[in-house]
């Protein structure tokens, strides 16, 4: 089994930071990548940023500049760094993972429980 444990959400003012991060546990055997998507209320989820095959993309123009993401394949961790937060960035996210299970050929993607950010003054 495969948990996928975030932390690092909350209330943030415009214009501040916060760092996601999200902890890959379990009968691990590889991970073939790691990323953060994000939903926002009456919205579909969105891919913010992904980390995979050792290079870290942010396909979300909006977040470009400002989000950046790390891959601590020891401490089979994901982060997730969001600068000059907007309130357009208010939403759920979602942490995913491309994880091979040990003793299984194929991966499966994996899914953590969500961590609410919210940017208000």
């Known amino acids: 089994q495969v948990t996928l444990v975030e932390s690092g959400g909350g209330l943030v003012q415009p214009g501040g930071s916060l760092r996601l991060s999200c902890a890959a546990t379990?009968?691990?055997?590889?991970?073939?990548?790691m990323g953060w998507y994000r939903q926002a209320p009456g919205k579909q989820r969105e891919l913010v940023a992904f980390f995979g095959s050792g290079v870290g993309t942010s396909p979300t123009e909006s977040v470009k500049g400002r989000f950046s993401i790390a891959l601590d394949n020891a401490k089979k961790t994901v982060y997730l760094q969001a600068d000059s937060l907007k309130p357009e960035d208010t939403a759920v996210y979602y942490c995913?993972?491309?994880?091979?299970?040990?003793?299984?050929?194929?991966?499966?993607?994996?899914w953590g429980q969500g961590t609410q950010v919210t940017v208000s003054s």
């Open positions: 379990g009968d691990i055997g590889t991970i073939n990548g």
């Open positions: 995913t993972a491309d994880i091979r299970r040990d003793g299984f050929f194929v991966s499966h993607q994996y």
